[in-house]
């Protein structure tokens, strides 16, 4: 009987290791004597071995601590969300499963199963670290116009919402924003909504008192941290509408009350969000309320994609060389006229990110003075001018064609292959370069 209650136990860590990104084992003093963590699709050993688990995680105690309590109460918990600081005081979302081995009725060690989520948030607090006007490089009429209109809408307090699709440059137009405005010397905060796990929006948002929930501790939400300065939100349209119905009354409110919290807390805050779909698709749809779009978009901004600002490639890339000469310490001149023109018939579906990626990835490769075609083909996924017009025999687009929708099944496809050859979200996650939030994002969109 002894011998099937461990091996039990041991089944039950086994089935821990299926969908992980990280395991750690504390020994019945709460030290670390084991952790493993799979970081660029390798498992690698953690630098936490010797360290007891308050300082691995300064902020946890006896109360909060999923390890420390299974060691003291001998009971598992499952799926436990701390939001927490670590060592080196990086904020990480943490899922943990957290297991407790039993022998002849003592804990023997506790193993740790937990979900990394990234939350893609920047807080800064000044000038520091923000970009401004001057980093939105260009030539384009309509862009320089743009950034005109930044520049005058950056004196207001009024909420914006900016609109372009992935890869286009949200962000930079947020920082600039604030950067030019009179918040300039204010906490700037941005959060990605897509990243953060629903279930744990409303106190990353909102902020927490500790005990509200299990793992939970005293923190400030986004609009305090905010307080004085410009919270930008990202794929706002990813967060559940039941949350933006709550962030509505919020705002319009201009006070919060924190999970588990009996004070209201005022706060003074300029709202930047950003959409990378067509905002009346979104609120067809039912993912954006009509409402809170109103609401956000006193302001609106919409940016072109790279494909409608041809003329501005050949000056992005002399300053991401300009760049990657200086980070790389190279000496690269320019780019052949026969890799120019064929980046300026590209469609760039991911915009000036993706050209950044390119010719990052083409300094990679070359050898020579200037970057070629040969370089940089490949990321280019050999899409030529002749693929893109009707062969012999291939059906013509058809009236009323939609890039958008083409893409989305594109998508859809590729999600539905990543799942059925993985045997967990995590697998499908790394096969796909998504973090596992993300991913869950998209087939939660897609209803797969």
């Not at 688990?53 to 300064?58: R, V």
């Not at 601590?65 to 299974?70: E, N, P």
């Not at 904020?91 to 499963?97: A, F, K, M, N």
């Not at 890799?339 to 993706?354: D, F, I, K, T």
Request: one cysteine or more; glycine letters at 8%.
């Amino acid at each position: 009987m002894h011998d099937r209650r461990v091996a039990e136990q041991i089944a039950e860590v086994i089935r821990l290791c299926e969908d992980t990104d990280g395991l750690l084992i504390a020994n019945r003093e709460g030290v670390v004597e084991f952790q493993r963590v799979f970081v660029d699709n390798l498992w690698k050993s953690g630098e936490t071995v010797g360290l007891h688990i308050f300082e691995l995680y300064p902020e946890l105690d006896e109360e909060s601590s999923t390890i420390v309590q299974a060691l003291k109460t001998g009971k598992a918990t499952y799926n436990v969300l701390q939001d927490i600081n670590n060592r080196r005081g990086e904020r990480v979302l943490l899922e943990s499963t957290t297991i407790p081995i039993v022998v002849d009725g003592q804990v023997a060690c506790v193993v740790d199963s937990s979900k990394f989520h990234s939350i893609d948030q920047r807080i800064i607090r000044g000038k520091g670290g923000i970009s401004t006007l001057d980093r939105i490089i260009t030539q384009d009429p309509a862009m320089l116009a743009l950034k005109e209109r930044v520049r005058d809408v950056a004196q207001l307090d009024s909420s914006v919402l900016i609109y372009g699709e992935t890869g286009t440059g949200k962000e930079l137009v947020a920082e600039s924003l604030h950067s030019e405005g009179r918040r300039s010397g204010r906490p700037f905060v941005s959060q990605n909504c897509a990243a953060i796990p629903s279930n744990l929006l409303e106190s990353i948002f909102f902020g927490t008192e500790k005990g509200s929930y299990t793992g939970a501790l005293t923190r400030k939400g986004l609009l305090e941290e905010a307080d004085g300065g410009t919270l930008f939100l990202d794929e706002i349209n990813s967060m559940e509408t039941g949350l933006q119905a709550k962030l509505l009354k919020v705002l319009e409110e201009k006070k919060v009350r924190r999970l588990g919290g009996s004070r209201d807390i005022p706060f003074d805050v300029r709202i930047v969000a950003a959409v990378n779909e067509e905002p009346a698709r979104l609120i067809k749809e039912h993912r954006l309320r009509e409402d809170l779009y109103y609401r956000l978009g006193v302001v609106r901004i919409t940016l072109p994609p790279l494909r409608k600002r041809v003329g501005d490639i050949p000056l992005l890339i002399r300053y991401f060389i300009d760049q990657y000469n200086r980070k790389m310490k190279r000496q690269v001149h320019g780019i052949s006229d026969q890799a120019l023109r064929r980046l300026e018939r590209y469609s760039w579906p991911g915009n000036v990110r993706e050209l950044q990626n390119v010719v990052e990835g083409a300094f990679a490769s070359a050898r020579s003075e200037l970057l070629l075609l040969d370089h940089m083909e490949d990321a280019l996924d050999r899409e030529t001018e002749e693929s893109r017009q009707p062969v012999s025999g291939e059906e013509p687009l058809a009236e009323g064609f939609s890039l958008s929708k083409a893409v989305e099944q594109y998508e859809k496809e590729l999600l539905r292959k990543a799942m059925a050859q993985s045997a967990s979200i995590s697998q499908a996650a790394r096969l796909l370069g998504l973090s596992r939030q993300n991913l869950k994002y998209k087939l939660q969109k897609y209803d797969l």
